[in-house]
């Protein structure tokens, strides 16, 4: 784990979705180097070492089960007396344009790229009320533009980034900000799949290279920073807003 020099969760509980691997993981990894206690929520078991990390703790969950998301976040509270920070990154794809997505993969991919954050971020919310807190959403520039052949991923992170608007206005009066970052390709698990799975993989990943102007994918410790970012008192000022994290996609 990367020294951060940073210690801005000291003595606060946060809970990452999608811990166990990719953005999530980073950051894990990020929240514990600046003192949280971080509980991972995945329905993957994390990497045996991070397990026996100091100040990680584990629960395996499927965020789309609304029963076992309440009790997985009732549980955390219960165990640790508080939730301070909530970064949802749990997150899949499936490929298929408006024409040919299937109904199963529509379903799947919604399921748990906006359902499963808004049943997380519900029950953070209850937790929050009265102590207040920030929940980061992970969304995509897939959420603010449209991409050919992803039609129920950009459907699903379109829905993420205008229910952290809804969200945030909704968390205001409690002290509870909801953001949503944007990122674009980064060096992930999932994407390494996805371009793998392309019928030119080689190409696939000079194409997805090339997108960013910046010139190449980005890694996860970079979204975990801005995550960092916004869960922390630096932000205190800082909701309802989807920053985009895509080496400058988005702005041409």
Same mark, same amino acid.
């Given at each position: 784990?990367?020294? !951060?020099?940073?210690?801005?969760?000291?003595?606060?509980?946060?809970?990452? %979705?999608?811990?166990?691997?990719? &953005?999530?993981?980073?950051?894990?990894?990020?929240?514990?180097?600046?003192?949280?206690?971080?509980?991972?929520? =995945? &329905?993957?078991? $994390?990497?045996?070492? =991070?397990?026996?990390?100091?100040?990680?703790?584990? &629960?395996?969950?499927? *965020?789309?089960?609304? $029963?076992? *998301? =309440?009790?997985?976040?009732?549980? &955390?509270?219960?165990?640790?007396?508080?939730?301070?920070?909530?970064?949802?990154?749990?997150?899949?794809?499936?490929?298929?344009?408006?024409?040919?997505? %299937?109904?199963?993969?529509?379903?799947?991919?919604?399921?748990?790229?906006?359902?499963?954050?808004?049943?997380?971020?519900?029950?953070?919310?209850?937790?929050?009320?009265?102590?207040?807190?920030?929940?980061?959403?992970?969304?995509?520039?897939?959420?603010? *533009?449209?991409? %050919?052949?992803?039609?129920?991923?950009?459907?699903?992170k379109g829905g993420v980034v205008q229910f952290t608007k809804a969200a945030a206005l909704d968390g205001a009066p409690d002290?509870?900000?909801?953001?949503?970052?944007? $990122?674009?390709?980064?060096?992930? %698990?999932? *994407?390494?799949?996805?371009?793998?799975?392309? $019928? =030119?993989?080689?190409?696939?990943?000079?194409?997805?290279?090339?997108?960013?102007? !910046?010139?190449?994918?980005?890694r996860p410790e970079e979204i975990a920073a801005v995550i960092a970012y916004l869960g922390s008192h630096e932000a205190n000022?800082v909701t309802g807003t989807a920053l985009a994290v895509d080496g400058g996609t988005t702005a041409r």
């Open positions: 784990m990367e020294e !951060i020099g940073l210690s801005r969760f000291v003595g606060k509980v946060a809970v990452v %979705t999608g811990g166990a691997s990719g &953005i999530g993981r980073a950051t894990v990894c990020r929240l514990v180097a600046e003192g949280a206690l971080v509980w991972i929520v =995945d &329905i993957s078991e $994390p990497a045996p070492e =991070d397990l026996t990390l100091d100040g990680i703790r584990y &629960i395996r969950l499927d *965020v789309s089960d609304e $029963p076992a *998301v =309440d009790a997985a976040m009732a549980q &955390i509270l219960a165990d640790s007396g508080r939730i301070d920070v909530v970064a949802n990154a749990a997150g899949i794809v499936a490929a298929g344009g408006a024409a040919d997505t %299937t109904l199963a993969d529509w379903l799947r991919v919604n399921s748990v790229n906006l359902t499963g954050t808004f049943l997380v971020t519900r029950a953070a919310m209850r937790a929050m009320k009265h102590t207040g807190g920030a929940i980061i959403n992970v969304g995509s520039d897939a959420g603010l *533009v449209g991409q %050919t052949g992803q039609a129920a991923y950009c459907a699903s002290g509870v900000r909801v953001n949503c970052v944007c $990122p674009c390709f980064i060096a992930t %698990t999932m *994407v390494e799949n996805w371009l793998a799975s392309q $019928p =030119d993989p080689v190409a696939a990943r000079r194409e997805a290279e090339a997108e960013q102007p !910046i010139g190449r994918m980005g000022f």
